[in-house]
């Protein structure tokens, strides 16, 4: 796309208000706008990303079998009822409205009660089981504070991925899956070497959940990782017994403040008893339903990404959800050579932002710096006198002088 | 997909409270489920049509120069004041609620105002202009009634594309074309040999607006057509005076129900003079933008091909956004033919859905009926024994016996 054709442009600041890093250089960079605390609107090049992200999430869901369906935010009282999170006083993270009719309605903080209400057309024989399903779809929690940027939000995207099962043998399998799917999904969008498997509180049905914390300053939960064996404790369930529980030692462990990424929830049948979901067994026996829930948040993940990779120039996006992978910058006179290349690019499908305004070469570079696609081929009087561009590399900031007519055998889709 | 991969199953009825025969048949088809009236879950099956239209209408919002972006559904208070649309007196379909500081919040029933705040950070100059962004973001309207299924919601997806341009020329230039990319749409989801333009009231800035009805007894709108100039009046405009001034006579027009499936607007400076959205022009002048709304409802889209494809034993979809294109169905006791041909089927990327259920022929054949995918493949013994299958188009009911070595053959993308 050419840069004159995106209406953003890179804004010399970011409200005053904005005290996080990534909602301070995302909104300079023009990937999103701020509506109120914690409600972003993701401007072309946000939409960008949080796509690519969303789609490798999407993929790995696929992959371990989640089929995509879409469900509603407004939600209706006597569901919710059914498990005692209607009430402000267990759930206090409610936006509530009301229909014309007066009926109350709350915009769905999380999908369990809809969900496995709907399972109830569906699910009755252990033929039907296991079922995994996942949407990416808008929560609304109405938080008291909202100043961490887009990485706690009062309405943001989420994946959730419900599991139905037949037994603790069936969902323990999938949750084994689950939890690998998680770690391949936070290596492909760049934060798998900082985002670690930690213990924390489980509940009825299974002692831990298991959260994926990613290390960074910008980080709200305090956690405990021995690094070593790659595994975490959550500060709110550190204790001596379950430090001994998990084949730790205190001495080992590191306190490190990060941020939860994503998190695996066994939720046993508190779900299912609340709404009679049941199965029939082999042996013609009614059964609960085993339920667990994993959740992920794309804006989160995103705002991570900004926290980790970026430096006092602007952002570092990891190629696989950077908005575009090349930023063609013409600072030459004759901008032909530049049409021309960029046109080459397009045909070949390469993922492009080119940069033919009229601006200085010094307002180009910071621009660039601050969008920061992870490639930068610059097009100059100087690179033209010897028929070749400028590669750079945006983590690496190595430059490599390439001829045009190779341009394409040092470029990756 | 293996159709036993897929949670839904078809149900014998639809929720006695449903009056609507698109909903019917798209809750007994396993495509959506009712949460409360006017909002509605999309189940599998129906997310893959609703992501299919939704990507036609990309497709064509992109070709004319459309920008993707994502607005929030959370608005605050502050800025729908400017142009007086925050009271319930002045806009009656408000879902309102608020923040725990006890800040006033709305959810968006369209984006006008917010976008039109937003632009102010990035058109100031003729040069930014033309700006065409569009979303296909949910909308919020807190309808009294709601009776149409997926054809009125209180929670519906919406594409939204606005325009802002510089002057009345280059917004007609837009609107024109527009209007021709609407045209494209109806036609590519299969509703263009019944969708007509339609003169509806306008505003201060335009005389008319232009709706795009598509004629159905479900539709909750009067027009008066001209079959023969493909021009229809909105009942709500009609008038002596109008019909002169389209150049059309009493006698040509026909009364028909439709359903308002499209419209465009041109909303001229109503809202740049709200939220003194100026640009300065080659003489140093400041003038306000002039803007335009375009709004599709891919779910009202949905509903409109449901009620006018369908017969008494289920829905007919279009090719371009039926779910999967072809159903293969196995009631060979052998299922090793059609588990081949699915496999086949798979690795040559076609779009089909497999039904190797352990059924009778005649559950199959109704389930297929209902779920209405274009073309049917059905591998029985009786087409075994002469090394065919046979292939059925829904809408003609025409059979067609093939070699299943020549099957490719036969068969579409």
Not at 43 to 61: F, H, K, S, T, Y
Not at 77 to 105: C, G, I, M, P
Not at 359 to 388: H, N
């Amino acid at each position: 796309m050419k840069q004159s054709e995106l209406f953003t442009k890179v804004l010399r600041e970011a409200p005053k208000d904005e005290v996080s890093v990534n909602a301070q250089l995302l909104i300079r960079g023009g990937f999103i706008h701020k509506v109120m605390a914690g409600a972003y609107e993701y401007l072309p090049l946000g939409l960008r990303v949080l796509n690519n992200i969303n789609q490798i999430i999407r993929e790995e869901m696929n992959a371990i079998g989640g089929v995509e369906l879409s469900m509603t935010a407004l939600q209706d009282k006597q569901t919710w009822e059914k498990t005692n999170r209607w009430s402000d006083e267990t759930v206090d993270v409610w936006f509530k409205s009301k229909l014309k009719s007066n009926a109350d309605v709350g915009l769905g903080f999380t999908h369990e009660e809809p969900l496995t209400s709907l399972m109830k057309n569906y699910i009755s024989s252990y033929r039907d089981l296991p079922v995994l399903v996942y949407q990416i779809q808008t929560k609304f929690r109405n938080e008291l504070r909202a100043k961490s940027g887009i990485m706690r939000g009062r309405e943001f995207l989420m994946k959730d991925l419900y599991s139905f099962c037949r037994s603790k043998e069936q969902h323990e399998e999938f949750y084994g899956k689950a939890k690998n799917a998680y770690l391949r999904i936070f290596e492909r969008v760049g934060l798998g070497d900082r985002t670690f498997v930690t213990f924390a509180s489980g509940g009825s049905f299974s002692k831990y959940s298991h959260e994926f914390q990613t290390l960074t300053e910008a980080g709200e939960d305090m956690i405990y990782l021995d690094r070593k064996k790659k595994i975490a404790v959550n500060k709110e369930v550190l204790s001596e017994e379950v430090i001994s529980d998990l084949g730790l030692s205190k001495g080992d462990l590191e306190e490190v403040k990060a941020v939860e990424v994503g998190n695996i929830f066994s939720l046993g049948t508190r779900f299912s008893d609340a709404f009679n979901l049941n199965y029939i067994d082999e042996k013609g026996q009614s059964c609960p339903v085993i339920m667990g829930s994993y959740g992920i948040g794309p804006g989160r993940v995103m705002g991570t990404v900004v926290e980790i990779f970026h430096d006092d120039k602007g952002i570092i996006w990891p190629e696989a959800i950077a908005p575009y992978k090349y930023h063609l910058i013409n600072i030459a006179k004759d901008p032909q050579s530049s049409e021309s290349i960029y046109q080459t690019l397009l045909d070949k499908n390469y993922s492009v932002l080119y940069d033919q305004r009229d601006e200085t070469a010094g307002v180009k570079f910071a621009d660039s710096d601050l969008i920061g696609l992870p490639l930068r081929i610059l097009v100059s009087d100087k690179t033209l006198k010897e028929d070749s561009v400028e590669l750079k590399n945006r983590q690496t900031q190595e430059t490599q002088l390439i001829k045009i007519k190779d341009l394409s055998k040092h470029l990756k889709k």
